[in-house]
């Protein structure tokens, strides 16, 4: 199993760019995340999805547009990119504990991206 | 606002030392979790604690929930230097559907 898998790994945008980061896992998960992790404060959640066709806002959705139309497929979407969007993006996924919440969660290794 | 808060932000230890970080949340909860990140990558999943369950234990490391007071710790015994990382708690959103982590730890344990 790859697990999740990230690319880009690095991306530098110009102000006002589009751009769609990928993010695809094999181990049939319904929970997926996306993630913002800037100096000092953690990992904010962006946008995530309880399964193919649902998806939901985060805590800081601004700016940014998924879709979900596979189990496996979870992209993010930057549809005007500014220099406060430049930051390390991690996409993530898990699923379900039968005793409720999730279980594990599992982290793709991560987009750098440079906004200029 | 995101849902734990990690404490202290920052902790120096030497090699041999224990090291405790704590996590404080706002909601109530199915389970917490720990996760630890060496510099510039992807979380790993360390320990899940049930709400049900007051104390874990996974090797070196010791997890404790008291949901009365939202809090849990995570308890590093006899540090090495491989240690050296930022760990996080993580818990659900308000909806449960999401896991939201707080800011972390920085643990930097010298030999």
């Known amino acids: 199993n790859a697990g999740v898998t990230q690319t880009p790994k690095f991306q530098v945008l110009k102000t006002g760019q589009s751009m769609t980061l990928q993010c695809a896992q094999d181990?049939?998960?319904?929970?997926m995340s996306w993630y913002r992790q800037d100096p000092g404060m953690g990992l904010r959640l962006i946008h995530y999805?309880?399964?193919?066709?649902?998806?939901d806002q985060g805590e800081v959705p601004n700016g940014y547009n998924v879709s979900r139309s596979t189990t496996e497929d979870f992209p993010l979407r930057l549809l005007s990119a500014a220099p406060s969007q430049t930051s390390v993006y991690f996409c993530?996924?898990?699923?379900?504990?039968?005793?409720?919440?999730?279980?594990?969660?599992?982290f793709g290794p991560g987009t750098r991206l440079t906004v200029l | 606002s995101q849902q734990g808060e990690e404490d202290p932000q920052a902790l120096s230890i030497q090699e041999g030392e224990n090291a405790t970080m704590n996590c404080s949340y706002k909601?109530?909860?199915?389970?917490l979790q720990w996760y630890r990140q060496n510099s510039g990558r992807g979380l790993v999943h360390l320990i899940l604690?049930?709400?049900?369950?007051r104390e874990k234990h996974s090797g070196r490391l010791r997890v404790t929930l008291d949901t009365s007071k939202k809090s849990s710790s995570l308890l590093i015994t006899a540090s090495r230097a491989a240690d050296t990382a930022s760990y996080f708690c993580a818990t659900r959103n308000q909806a449960g559907t999401a896991l939201i982590f707080g800011k972390g730890t920085t643990l930097s344990v010298s030999s």
């Open positions: 999805s309880v399964g193919a066709g649902i998806t």
């Open positions: 181990m049939n998960h319904e929970y």
């Open positions: 909601t109530s909860i199915n389970n």
């Open positions: 993530a996924s898990s699923s379900p504990s039968q005793r409720g919440g999730h279980n594990e969660q599992f």
């Open positions: 604690i049930r709400s049900n369950e």
